[in-house]
């Protein structure tokens, strides 16, 4: 199933990434190209982890996509995930098997946390979570790539496009592209393991 491939993730977190570096990008833009590569990237990670049993099983998927694969901060919504509202989701939409996508849907958490844990340096590990954390917003007192919104020295409001303050919100650029490397990286290592399994 193309939505359980990694390699196809991958593809397009390169291709994300690799835009960022366009010339004439406001800096919204760029972040968000390097957010969209970080967050494809992880999903290429985690994909990695799957069995061929699992990457085929179309109901997997859907309990997959509801609970990863759609969210823009996939790390923070799938490790911060109640285990019991889980077992509600799931139970309801999967009667019969309910039991057997939670057990895989928790190793694949498991999987995931394993290989972004086995990074030693606390910079880029404080990077990714600054990534994850960052997702489109409407409310208006919320930075957002997206959204105009407000902060102390715009109080009617600010577009994304002129708003000065992604350093110190995410992170110096250069920084964030060396954490995203460092993803992709891994992920690439894993999908070429995945690949030779498959």
Request: proline share 3%; net charge positive; hydrophobic share 40%.
């Amino acid at each position: 199933m193309k939505l359980l491939s990694p390699e196809l993730w991958l593809k397009q977190a390169r291709a994300d990434e690799k835009a960022s570096h366009a010339a004439g990008l406001t800096e919204c833009h760029r972040r968000y190209l390097l957010q969209q590569a970080y967050e494809k990237g992880v999903k290429a990670l985690a994909l990695a982890c799957l069995t061929t049993k699992q990457a085929k099983d179309k109901q997997f998927a859907s309990a997959l996509g509801e609970c990863f694969l759609h969210h823009h901060t996939p790390v923070t919504v799938f490790s911060n995930k109640d285990d019991a509202a889980w077992e509600e989701e799931l139970r309801t939409a999967y009667k019969g098997n309910w039991e057997k996508l939670l057990r895989e849907l928790k190793t694949v958490r498991r999987m995931l946390a394993t290989e972004m844990g086995r990074e030693s340096d606390k910079r880029i590990v404080d990077a990714w979570k600054k990534i994850d954390g960052t997702r489109p917003s409407k409310v208006i007192d919320v930075v957002s790539y997206r959204y105009p919104f407000i902060q102390d020295a715009y109080p009617d409001g600010v577009a994304p496009s002129e708003w000065n303050g992604w350093a110190a919100y995410q992170g110096e650029v250069d920084h964030v592209r060396d954490a995203i490397a460092t993803l992709l990286e891994r992920a690439g290592q894993q999908v070429k393991t995945w690949l030779r399994q498959t």
